[in-house]
């Protein structure tokens, strides 16, 4: 009988000892990996939901312009001023928005 809860004792400390490891690396990779990504992700949607007509953008593949127009889910962009080069692209492809000479 002594040897039997002698047993369950240190049975259930080697258990607990076992699972911190696991706890504390995934507690480390939330608040290094997922957190930020969470607050990137929500930081991105924000500027995209407050795109207009006029702002200055930068797309995903490196294209400059301005926006000259949207419709859904996707924007027509002004990339060049001399013949007017208008192309259509989705909102998604949009890396960044520029700081208009008001912000500077």
């Known amino acids: ?3 039997a809860m002698i ?3 240190s049975g259930s400390g080697i258990f607990g000892t ?4 696991l706890l504390l690396m995934f507690a480390i990779m939330y608040f290094m990996v997922i957190m930020p ?3 990137q992700r929500k930081k991105m949607q924000a500027m995209l939901a407050e795109l207009k007509a006029g702002d200055k953008i930068v797309t995903s593949g490196g294209i400059y312009g301005t926006i ?3 419709d859904g889910d996707s924007v027509i ?3 060049s001023s001399e013949p007017q080069v208008k192309i259509r692209i989705a909102r998604a492809a949009i890396a960044q928005v520029e700081a208009s000479e ?3």
């Open 18 to 21: 076992m699972w911190m490891p």
């Open 37 to 39: 990504q969470q607050r």
């Open 102 to 104: 008001d912000a500077k």
């Open 77 to 79: 962009v002004k990339i």
């Open 7 to 9: 047993f369950q004792a």
């Open 68 to 70: 000259n127009g949207i």
């Open 1 to 3: 009988m002594m040897a």
